[in-house]
């Protein structure tokens, strides 16, 4: 099965271990999602939902993000009374709920935790490129105002900057000596390829939640 993981996470060949990672997610317990409707196919079911999200400071469809305090997935999965699994993730919390519950979502200050502690691992001083690719929607524009793919070298810890400035990860973030390199496409969670140790580390980890491509 290993000679699959790369056309499943758009790894290349070669690393020992594929993982991929949770995105990091939030929780504001002041919402009372006990008393939320997730049916909104009348006018009344509408209506309660809007009167619902402006009561508890819900924006499309989620809680401000300072009112958001981290919380696991393994949490949710407990919450919700369903298996902590490979297949859990956005889309299961979607289709355990009948939606998305509007007490979770995310926000930069936590996607910017969530990028300081995998960097942590990685190693943040570790020479490091970051591409960008159109076909993944990660672009820049030339001097004829086209969108470019591009290119940057720099240590691994930078990206936490590039981060903040594109709220998403380069397509691919991958180390000069090619221990490990991370890959973002559009629409899809983080996928890493690394060592055995550095795949252990972060299976292990306290807050980051990894899962190895089956």
């Known amino acids: 099965m290993a000679s699959d993981v790369p056309a499943v996470s758009g790894l290349p060949l070669g690393f020992a271990a594929y993982l991929k990672l949770l995105p990091p997610l939030g929780i504001d317990r002041s919402v009372p ?6 049916k909104a196919r009348t006018v009344e079911q509408l209506n309660a939902r809007a009167t619902f999200w402006t009561t508890y400071g819900i924006v499309g469809g989620q809680p401000a993000p300072d009112r958001l305090t981290p919380i696991t997935y393994r949490q949710v999965a407990a919450e919700l009374g369903v298996a902590y699994t490979p297949a859990f993730g956005n889309e299961a919390i979607s289709r355990a709920d009948g939606g998305w519950p509007p007490h979770l979502g995310s926000s930069l200050a936590l996607e910017v935790a969530f990028a300081q502690q995998l960097i942590a691992v990685l190693g943040p001083q570790t020479d490091t490129y970051f591409f960008g690719s159109v076909g993944e929607g990660n672009y820049r524009w030339d001097a004829q105002d086209m969108p470019t793919d591009w290119l940057e070298q720099g240590q691994a810890g930078n990206v936490v900057d590039l981060y903040q400035q594109e709220r998403r990860w380069p397509t691919y973030t991958f180390a000069a000596d090619r221990a490990w390199c991370l890959y973002q496409g559009e629409d899809q ?3 890493l390829g690394c060592s ?7 299976q292990t980890h306290p807050t980051l939640e990894a899962w190895p491509f089956m």
């Open 196 to 202: 055995l140790a550095t795949a252990q580390q972060l």
């Open 189 to 191: 969670e983080l996928a």
């Open 33 to 38: 999602v006990a008393t939320y409707s997730f």
